[in-house]
């Protein structure tokens, strides 16, 4: 039975439209069949108000809006019911569900239903009106998915293993996996030596100076790398070191030490049967070892007891070689003028590795650039074939190319020989480049093209300190031991000793290749290194020098 209230505003609202259509047609009749706007009667016109009203109490089933290119109700989300509730269907009679937006509007009142106050429709098929707390929401749930609260969603938090964002580590940055990062290095430069406490930073893991001579692999044990007789090695030129790792414990080491400064004096012979019979690496072992069980610096017992020449030569076995040639490069241009001689001897003779620690170390010990150093310190194409050496770039493998070599060869006579003035950069190109091994065949290919030797054509195309650099560069990569044994054999012959450069040599080559270095003197000079020595040296200083000659090889080794 019709409900009386929607029957008394149904007819409230035909006089209320009637009377809207009286004063906007003026002109229309007062009778029953006068003409309204649209050509109608009023009679017409009502019906047409009521015909709409009923269609507007009907919007809540979904339709009522034709298809639009806006908001698709069955968009966004997956399976989407365009009736509002999961998992209900329209009721019989209802509109067809349009593209526009499905599921009309409730009502905004509480306890309403349709669109007019005491409207019984409610906005959903069997739904409830009212949409306060506690009572069914006129609304779908979120998510929108039939028969179920929410979509079934993927963790994007970390330690989980659905799908979602990678996993995040520490600090909300993508953690890269272990095998991308860079690789644990070495022991790199401690600036206080001796302390324990102190980490060392790491360095990428390319070949640094111990594992040079001493031949430690990553795990720490003895590996005895390839021995190749100098001029015929490979692109790192591995050579015969005198001292190499052997059995020893640190802290009997230690107490030898401590008991040898001990009282008054210093047993020197002891010093030297422990720390010239020691690798580097066993050495800072020992500083280790000494601070903890005495509470004292080694390095600063060692310089209160020892004196002159021996002190320095013992410190300099004390001190990290990284941080050795700093300090050797660093001495040589402080002051008024600069030794371009060790400059060469150093810049021209490291591995790219320990080129590159060498560039670290200098930076934390002295807050400068190497480079920026030598490019302030020299001059010309001297200045530019250090700073291509400091760039620690050659090529270091064992790859060769005899074509290659025949054009570089013709490369370089055109740019020395065959033309009046020499094109400095093509020689620095080429012999700051290329491997050992190919420059050694570009070198015997220069031979057969000029008939004469590329030390003869630098030695008379070049002058001053870059044809010094040139045949110091030209000699380690022909002999690496024949270069050394003839800076060796310079800093003794004459009057006096350059002892600073004897130190220098014997300690730098010692975990290298200074048993190469001992058998070309002995070759160019026919007399024995050690003999040499003991006519320009004396005491303890002597007996150390001839100790890291010898050698330890007679010591159980690992």
């Known amino acids: 039975m019709p409900n009386f209230g929607d029957l008394l505003m149904k007819g409230a609202k035909t006089v209320l439209d009637q009377q809207l259509n009286k004063r906007q047609n003026p002109n229309s009749a007062s009778g029953g069949g006068g003409q309204n706007q649209y050509g109608g009667s009023s009679y017409d016109q009502a019906n047409y108000n009521q015909q709409n009203n009923q269609q507007n109490n009907m919007s809540g089933f979904g339709g009522g809006y034709p298809q639009q290119d806006g908001y698709s109700g069955g968009g966004g989300y997956p399976q989407q019911n365009p009736y509002g509730y999961p998992s209900q269907q329209p009721p019989s009679g209802a509109y067809p569900a349009q593209g526009g937006y499905s599921g009309g509007q409730g009502s905004p009142y509480p306890g309403q239903g349709g669109p007019y106050p005491g409207a019984q429709n409610p906005p959903y098929p069997g739904g409830q009106n009212s949409s306060y707390a506690g009572q069914n929401s006129p609304y779908p749930p979120s998510g929108g998915f039939p028969n179920q609260p929410y979509p079934p969603q993927s963790s994007a938090y970390p330690g989980q293993n659905q799908g979602g964002y990678p996993q995040i580590g520490l600090g909300g940055y993508q953690e890269i996996p272990s095998s991308g990062g860079y690789p644990s290095g070495g022991a790199g430069y401690n600036p206080n030596i001796g302390?324990?406490?102190?980490?060392?930073?790491?360095?990428?893991?390319?070949?640094?100076?111990?594992?040079?001579?001493?031949?430690?692999?990553?795990?720490?044990?003895?590996?005895?790398?390839?021995?190749?007789?100098?001029?015929?090695?490979?692109?790192?030129?591995?050579?015969?070191?005198?001292?190499?790792?052997?059995?020893?414990?640190?802290?009997?080491?230690?107490?030898?030490?401590?008991?040898?400064?001990?009282?008054?004096?210093?047993?020197?012979?002891?010093?030297?049967?422990?720390?010239?019979?020691?690798?580097?690496?066993?050495?800072?072992?020992?500083?280790?070892?000494?601070?903890?069980?005495?509470?004292?610096?080694?390095?600063?017992?060692?310089?209160?007891?020892?004196?002159?020449?021996?002190?320095?030569?013992?410190?300099?076995?004390?001190?990290?070689?990284?941080?050795?040639?700093?300090?050797?490069?660093?001495?040589?241009?402080?002051?008024?003028?600069?030794?371009?001689?060790?400059?060469?001897?150093?810049?021209?003779?490291?591995?790219?590795?320990?080129?590159?620690?060498?560039?670290?170390?200098?930076?934390?010990?002295?807050?400068?650039?190497?480079?920026?150093?030598?490019?302030?310190?020299?001059?010309?194409?001297?200045?530019?074939?250090?700073?291509?050496?400091?760039?620690?770039?050659?090529?270091?493998?064992?790859?060769?190319?005899?074509?290659?070599?025949?054009?570089?060869?013709?490369?370089?006579?055109?740019?020395?020989?065959?033309?009046?003035?020499?094109?400095?950069?093509?020689?620095?190109?080429?012999?700051?480049?290329?491997?050992?091994?190919?420059?050694?065949?570009?070198?015997?290919?220069?031979?057969?093209?000029?008939?004469?030797?590329?030390?003869?054509?630098?030695?008379?195309?070049?002058?001053?300190?870059?044809?010094?650099?040139?045949?110091?560069?030209?000699?380690?990569?022909?002999?690496?031991?024949?270069?050394?044994?003839?800076?060796?054999?310079?800093?003794?012959?004459?009057?006096g000793t350059r002892d600073n450069d004897l130190i220098r040599l014997v300690v730098t080559r010692s975990e290298i290749d200074l048993g190469d270095v001992r058998n070309e003197f002995q070759r160019l000079y026919k007399t024995p290194l050690e003999n040499m020595i003991k006519g320009d040296c004396s005491g303890s200083y002597k007996d150390g020098l001839i100790a890291l000659v010898h050698g330890n090889q007679g010591a159980q080794h690992f």
Not at 210 to 235: I, L, V
Not at 309 to 328: C, K, S
Not at 464 to 482: E, K, P, S
């Open 195 to 495: 302390q324990p406490s102190q980490s060392m930073p790491s360095y990428p893991a390319a070949p640094t100076y111990p594992s040079m001579g001493s031949g430690f692999n990553s795990s720490g044990s003895f590996h005895q790398p390839p021995m190749h007789p100098m001029g015929t090695g490979g692109g790192a030129m591995f050579g015969n070191p005198s001292i190499r790792p052997i059995g020893s414990n640190a802290n009997a080491d230690a107490e030898t030490l401590r008991k040898a400064m001990k009282g008054l004096g210093c047993d020197n012979a002891k010093v030297i049967s422990v720390l010239c019979a020691r690798t580097n690496m066993q050495r800072q072992e020992i500083a280790r070892a000494f601070k903890v069980m005495y509470g004292k610096d080694l390095i600063q017992e060692l310089k209160s007891e020892l004196r002159g020449d021996f002190e320095d030569l013992i410190i300099a076995l004390m001190t990290p070689p990284a941080q050795y040639d700093a300090q050797q490069l660093h001495r040589a241009m402080a002051g008024i003028g600069t030794k371009e001689s060790v400059l060469i001897e150093i810049m021209t003779s490291r591995t790219n590795a320990q080129i590159f620690e060498i560039r670290n170390v200098y930076r934390a010990m002295y807050r400068s650039d190497l480079e920026k150093d030598l490019i302030s310190e020299t001059s010309g194409w001297f200045k530019r074939l250090l700073v291509s050496m400091c760039a620690g770039g050659r090529d270091e493998n064992n790859f060769t190319d005899p074509l290659r070599a025949n054009q570089d060869a013709r490369k370089l006579y055109a740019a020395g020989e065959r033309r009046l003035g020499t094109d400095e950069a093509c020689f620095n190109s080429i012999l700051a480049a290329q491997n050992y091994a190919q420059l050694r065949l570009v070198f015997d290919e220069y031979q057969k093209v000029s008939n004469h030797s590329i030390e003869q054509a630098i030695d008379a195309e070049f002058s001053g300190d870059i044809r010094d650099g040139m045949m110091a560069l030209c000699t380690v990569i022909r002999n690496r031991g024949a270069y050394f044994a003839k800076l060796l054999h310079d800093s003794m012959k004459g009057l």
